[in-house]
Antibody
Framework: EVQLLESGGGLVQPGGSLRLSCAAS????????MNWVRQAPGKGLEWVSA????????YYADSVKGRFTISRDNSKNTLYLQMNSLRAEDTAVYYC????????????WGQGTLVTVSS | QSALTQPASVSGSPGQSITISCTGT?????????VSWYQQHAGKAPKLMIH???NRPSGVSNRFSGSKSGNTASLTISGLQAEDEADYYC??????????FGGGTKLTVL
């Protein structure tokens, strides 16, 4: 069974930084594109970022472009999201999700990690 | 990257059928057969229910079906059951090589 376990969430002040991690297991991590999707409290899902299996191609939502950086370490089966210049509106549960590229859909999701941006 | 448009809420009685619409543009829903639907129970992670407009992953009940016409996709749940009560989100791949979600629809089983 595919396992995705996010960590690194917490309370951070506006303008601060945080790095999220997503540890993957039970599948060949390096051949799958991975994504981050977030959900603000009481709100809907918002796609944040995607990275190819090799890590050579990345995509970002306009709302985070220039502030967030997605990366991966295939030797550690781990996905990352470096978040800088955080704003109150970045407060959300952040999910990592395994993408089936051929189907352009997110077939497996982690349980999420909460990021709260507040002074 | 405007969110896809879904009704905020729908409801139905056990055994009935309901349909949730998802309207986008020719740059997303209308341009690709890459519409997916996700079910999210309160406090849980989303679960994929439909991919590529109308295909069910293994293990998903055949009471769930999807379709698309032009820029609008639809999710139909037949034979409503209490366990279907959840939030439902559509998603589409876009011409910008990104993804966009709908605002979500809360399904209440009366």
């Amino acid at each position: 069974e595919v396992q995705l376990l996010e960590s690194g969430g917490g309370l951070v002040q506006p303008g601060g930084s945080l790095r999220l991690s997503c540890a993957a297991s039970e599948f060949t991590f390096s051949i799958y594109a991975m994504n981050w999707v977030r959900q603000a409290p009481g709100k809907g899902l918002e796609w944040v970022s995607a990275i190819s299996g090799s890590g050579g191609t990345t995509y970002y939502a306009d709302s985070v472009k220039g502030r967030f950086t997605i990366s991966r370490d295939n030797s550690k089966n781990t996905l990352y999201l470096q978040m800088n210049s955080l704003r109150a509106e970045d407060t959300a549960v952040y999910y990592c999700a395994k993408l089936n590229w051929n189907l352009r859909s997110f077939h497996y999701w982690g349980q999420g990690t909460l990021v709260t941006v507040s002074s | 990257q405007s969110a896809l448009t879904q009704p905020a809420s729908v409801s139905g009685s056990p055994g009935q059928s309901i349909t949730i619409s998802c309207t986008g543009t020719s740059s997303d829903v209308g341009g690709y057969n890459y519409v997916s639907w996700y079910q999210q129970h309160a406090g849980k992670a989303p679960k994929l229910m439909i991919h590529e407009v109308s295909n069910r992953p293994s293990g998903v009940s055949n009471r769930f079906s999807g379709s698309k016409s032009g820029n609008t996709a639809s999710l139909t749940i037949s034979g409503l059951q209490a366990e279907d009560e959840a939030d439902y989100y559509c998603s589409s791949y876009t011409s910008s090589s990104t993804w966009v979600f709908g605002g979500g629809t809360k399904l209440t089983v009366l």
